[in-house]
């Protein structure tokens, strides 16, 4: 008989590696230690490989236990996600709405939406995953969410999409360190010779912009992390690169914010959900009131 792995066996195993340890996933799981050792000990006969290094109080995964890992959880994921489309089909009222974000669009779209929302449906209840863009469309793929949103580029021909007006991009400054010429706007070629520091999803076209203007970037930090790009600011190390709706994450008045011109740089945020998955009754409840909130474009293909 070939080697086999069965959905108790997964979320057995799933648990352990959230968890950290098999006291703790025992505990979860609600089922004694012994016998969730026991039933890892089986699995790993089961396949003849080594999932687990012992001897360790934090669990840690052998190779083959980092792959089983990655599989198990898409697996789980699509099951999870399946049996919610089919239980949740017809009921809004409740039940879990699962979405991923990136911190920038997360931060600024989802507190005033999930407010307004919960005066409506007030047994729904959320899950937020935060993540770069790729893994968001990973985790959206895998169906672990149901909704993403994201500032990255996504296949209109398999995601249903809904896109925010442009934003414009601009230039934090320490307000020790100011540099430009006018209070309120930055010329891109102003920037030559600064630190700066860039988000890796607009570091291409930055550089691209800067070479057209005859100069190289001083880069010193490309990091997607806007809220950790603004403390550096404030540690004065250079200047950063965020969106425009980003200036609500950190109130400071030592913070200098200058939009960029010559040339203008701007940026969208996009929700995202599969074509070929029927959502939930709440989260299409949720996406119909994202539309309401925020004037967005509907792409149809």
Known sequence: MGQTIGIKDMRAFFAIVEEGNISHAAQR???????LSR?????????????????SRRIRLTDAGQV?????????GMVDGTVREITEIGSGTKGTIRIGTITTSGALILPDL???FRKTY????????????????????????EIAITRTQVDNLAYELLVLPNEPLVMVMNSQNVCGGESNLIRLEELKGQPLIIPLRWKSNFIAACRKLNFEPNIICVSDSIVQDLLMVKMNLGAAM????????????????????????????VVA???????????????ELFKRLFLKEEIVM
């Open 29 to 35: 799981l609600g089922i004694a230690q012994p016998a």
């Open 39 to 55: 039933q890892m000990k089986h699995l790993e006969e089961n396949l003849h490989v080594k999932l687990f290094e012992r001897g």
């Open 68 to 76: 089983l890992y990655s599989r198990v959880e898409s697996i789980l």
């Open 114 to 116: 999930i407010a307004e």
């Open 122 to 145: 007030p047994d729904v209840t959320f899950e937020i995953w935060e993540a770069e863009g790729a893994r968001i469309i990973e985790l959206l793929d895998s169906r672990i969410i």
């Open 242 to 269: 965020i969106p425009t709706s980003s200036r609500r994450l950190l109130t400071d008045g030592d913070l200098v914010y200058k939009r960029i011109v010559e040339p203008e740089m701007t940026t969208h945020t």
């Open 273 to 287: 959900w599969r074509k070929n998955q029927t959502l939930s009754t709440s989260a299409q409840n949720f996406i």
